[in-house]
């Protein structure tokens, strides 16, 4: 492991000192754990990254006709404006 000094403006040591505190960690595991979430944001020119891809969800089967889901809403929607003050 390299030793090293880094110059810190007083307000961000403030907040990082009392972040490293509260989760029982060090000045120097946090700037480490920092430099890490900040490399994987920027990784090296020419490292693949998996493409990100669009979530999807298992609805489970349950089918319900647009029509259906309109009236209920719409029921819902009257009766949460009738029980308003």
């Known amino acids: 492991m390299v ?3 880094i110059q810190l403006p007083d307000e961000l040591y403030r907040r ?4 490293a505190a509260e989760r ?4 120097a ?9 900040l490399l994987e944001l920027y990784p090296a020119p020419g490292t693949a990254r998996a ?3 669009l979530p999807t969800l298992n609805g489970g089967g349950l089918k319900v006709p647009l029509k259906r ?4 809403a719409g029921e819902d929607e009257e009766t949460r404006s009738i029980r308003r003050p």
Not at 16 to 19: A, I, P, Q, T
Not at 24 to 27: F, K
């Open 3 to 5: 030793r090293t000094q």
């Open 16 to 19: 990082v000192k009392r972040v």
């Open 24 to 27: 029982e960690m060090s000045l």
């Open 29 to 37: 595991e946090m700037t480490r754990r920092g430099l890490e979430l």
């Open 51 to 53: 493409a990100w891809m």
């Open 69 to 72: 889901l309109r009236a209920l």
